[in-house]
């Protein structure tokens, strides 16, 4: 009857706008970016930092952590990895949502614009979340929430397009392939 119609407009008009991700744009001025060397995966004292190092700051950048070491902050005395080096501009897209594989790639693609001319980045990154409650994580696995319901992989393309590759997961998930 016209109740079931009613209904399914209901339904088809929020589903499209659950499934349309939302965009937000930020510009960080003067933020400190640790030095990374593509085949430095451990790092060297005084030449780059390590991989774990970068995925420390990434987070504290994300959450928009001060990273200025300051005693009187109650939130964080994080700062910076050494050796370090300040970036006038750095640019911050999150994209919030259901995204599908294909399109990621497609994301990884133009984010490898920023290599030429005129940004000429050194190096970019690029993190997919899934939903901390996801029922499944990697290979169809069940997904344990427990504590923080950890399910993540991180990017880090460099300018000859060596890659770096991090993956997070739960205590109690299966490890990715």
Known sequence: GAGGSTLMSYFSKNQIQALKPKIT???????????????DLQGKPEESCSTEELFEW?????????LDNKSSSFLSTYCCPEPNTVVEKAFLCTITG??????IIQLLEQLCCYFGEPKLAHWLTLTVHGFADSPVSWRE?????????????????????????????????????
């Not at 990434?58 to 001060?66: D, I, M, P, T």
């Not at 259901?98 to 399109?103: D, G, R, S, W």
Request: hydrophobic share 35%; charged share 15%.
């Open 98 to 103: 259901f995204i599908i594989p294909e399109k």
């Open 58 to 66: 990434l987070g504290a950048v994300l959450n928009q952590v001060s």
């Open 25 to 39: 744009f930020s510009t960080l001025r003067d933020l400190q970016c640790p030095v990374l060397q593509s085949n």
């Open 141 to 177: 696995n069940e997904h344990g929430f427990h504590k923080g319901g950890e399910n993540l992989y991180n990017f880090v393309i460099f300018r000859n397009l060596d890659y770096w590759l991090h993956m997070a997961v739960g205590t109690h998930d299966d490890c990715p392939p």
